[in-house]
Nanobody, 124 residues
Framework: QVQLVESGGGLVQAGGSLRLSCAAS????????MGWFRQAPGKEREFVGA????????YYSDSVKGRFSISRDNAKNTVYLQMNSLKPEDTAVYYC?????????????????WGQGTQVTVSS
């Protein structure tokens, strides 16, 4: 069982940066790949990026590639989403998720545990 709690969301101007954190409980955090997803009002949940259990592999959606980066600190049971050059279209609730696939997945239904989400609002 893994419990996830996101933090770090807020209001930022376009072009700004935010860093989201996702703190996990449980001793097996390092065995899970982690994903970040987002959901804007009236839209489906969208894949943002993922990181393998070791942190050695990361991949992103085309919409955030080059602007967002994911990292993890297994000693702190925490995964991070650094978001730079934010755009108004990045406005959404951001969720972290844990899954037992070695390298994560782009599919939200392949993750087993989810956080409650944190709101990110980018003003123009």
């Amino acid at each position: 069982q893994v419990q996830l709690v996101e933090s770090g969301g807020g209001l930022v101007q376009a072009g700004g940066s935010l860093r989201l954190s996702c703190a996990a409980s449980g001793r097996t955090f390092s065995s899970y790949a982690m994903g970040w997803f987002r959901q804007a009002p009236g839209k489906e949940r969208e894949f943002v990026g993922a990181i393998s259990w070791s942190g050695g592999i990361t991949y992103y959606s085309d919409s955030v590639k080059g602007r967002f980066s994911i990292s993890r600190d297994n000693a702190k049971n925490t995964v991070y989403l650094q978001m730079n050059s934010l755009k108004p279209e990045d406005t959404a609730v951001y969720y972290c998720a844990a899954g037992d696939r070695r390298y994560g997945s782009r599919r939200y239904d392949e993750y087993d545990y989810w956080g409650q989400g944190t709101q990110v609002t980018v003003s123009s």
